[in-house]
């Protein structure tokens, strides 16, 4: 293997970063760094994911667009990462032109699987992600990490035919092409494409990001 590549999650920048941030950038930096020991041509990306609900949230209680609001706090990340010493190959924010042309260009290949459904269910602001009815009823309808309550939202989203997939996922799996370590997660991988995949919500109204 001559090429290496890794990524960071993006963290919502809705607040300033904290210890697990530091954590995950630092283990990042030190896996990046070994390979490039081995004389591997390594790229390395972090960046800051700038869309979502509590982003908006957090720019409307203090009186800013989430434009002005993420253009704000950026820096602090950028400052972050200079004060741990990571040395990544770029930075992407999901508001910039790079991450925009990308997402577009892939959403044009994968347009023959992309349909505009509706979806109404259980959300956690805080999560950023929608959970099953069997789950918001055993935590009482309050989301577990952030103590409040799940919100129903009924809306119209773009959704991705994942079920479509389920098969050739799951040779790939089999037939070793693909990994996923460690080995009881793909377990469990294979497992739930037993089941049968659900197609995925990939957007969220505009109306939410504002």
Known sequence: MKTFYIATAIPYV???????????????DVLAR???????????QVGTDEHGTKIAEKAKETGKTPEEFVNEI??????????LNVDYTAFLRTTGDEH????QYVWRQLKDYI????YEGWYCVGCECFVSPTEAAANNGVCPIHKKPYVKLSEQN??????AFGEQIKASLIAGETKI?????QKETLQ?????????SISRPKKHLE
Do not use: C, M
């Open 115 to 118: 349909y505009k459904g509706n």
């Open 181 to 185: 370590v460690p080995a009881f997660r």
């Open 158 to 163: 773009y959704f991705f035919k994942l079920s």
């Open 34 to 44: 070994y390979h490039k020991q081995l004389g591997q041509d390594v790229f390395f």
């Open 14 to 28: 809705n607040a300033a970063p904290h210890i697990g941030h530091a954590l995950d950038y630092s283990l990042a």
């Open 74 to 83: 950026v820096p602090v990340w950028h400052d972050f990462l200079k004060k």
């Open 100 to 103: 925009q042309k990308t997402a």
């Open 192 to 200: 739930l494409i037993e089941s049968g995949l659900d197609d995925i």
